[in-house]
């Protein structure tokens, strides 16, 4: 017996196509470039997505291939000289983070490093590390935080913990709100 991945259903109630945004902690996890009136798409919200980090060095980028990346782990970018070959090899080595509702970014290159995080081989959100044995963190809590631009408006940010909520966005009817817009959890 399988169980369906969880997922955000995101409904447009306006005249207006909505752009919207969804957050985990501070990780973004969908950008939705434009949901047609009246339409609705669903965001799978389960935790499975791939780091791939890209430097220059020299004059050349170098960029790694993607790991698969979840809550609780560490990625260290390192630049590995090979010596018979008179070239370097940049790579990410995971393990295991401090922080098991973050992901943490380390980088051991004098140059800075950034850190793309992506679903499905599609960019989300990037995090730079800017020198050597910094380190930064990605949180990616169980909150929710859902937002929607909808004809130039930006509506409130909502907050939820339900993985599968219904999130509608609709019309302001009262007078004094008349043409702005809201999120509201179904």
């Known amino acids: ?22 957050r985990k902690g501070d990780q973004v996890i969908a950008r939705i470039p434009g949901v047609e009136p009246k339409g609705k798409i669903q965001v799978p919200t389960a935790d499975s997505y791939q780091v791939r980090a890209t430097t220059i060095l020299n004059k050349n ?6 790991k698969s990346a979840n ?7 390192q ?3 090979i010596s018979d070959q008179g070239t370097y090899d940049f ?6 983070g401090s922080k ?7 980088s051991t290159t004098n140059t800075p490093v950034i850190f793309n995080v992506m679903k499905d081989g599609k960019p989300l959100q ?3 590390v800017s020198d050597n044995f910094n380190s930064e963190s990605l949180y990616v809590g169980s909150n929710f935080y859902i937002y929607a631009v909808i004809n130039g408006v930006t509506t409130a940010t909502l907050n939820t913990n339900d993985g599968s909520a219904v999130i509608s966005a609709e019309n302001n009817t009262s007078a004094l709100e008349a043409d702005y817009f809201h999120l509201e959890l179904n």
Do not use: R
């Open 1 to 22: 017996m399988s169980t369906a991945s969880p997922n955000i259903t995101l409904i447009n109630d306006t005249a207006y196509v909505a752009q919207f945004v969804v």
């Open 126 to 128: 990037s995090v730079t």
């Open 100 to 106: 098991p509702d973050s992901m943490e970014f380390e």
């Open 91 to 96: 790579q990410i080595v995971e393990g295991a």
């Open 79 to 81: 630049v590995l000289q």
């Open 71 to 77: 809550p609780g782990d560490k990625f260290l970018a």
């Open 61 to 66: 980028t170098y960029q790694t291939a993607p």
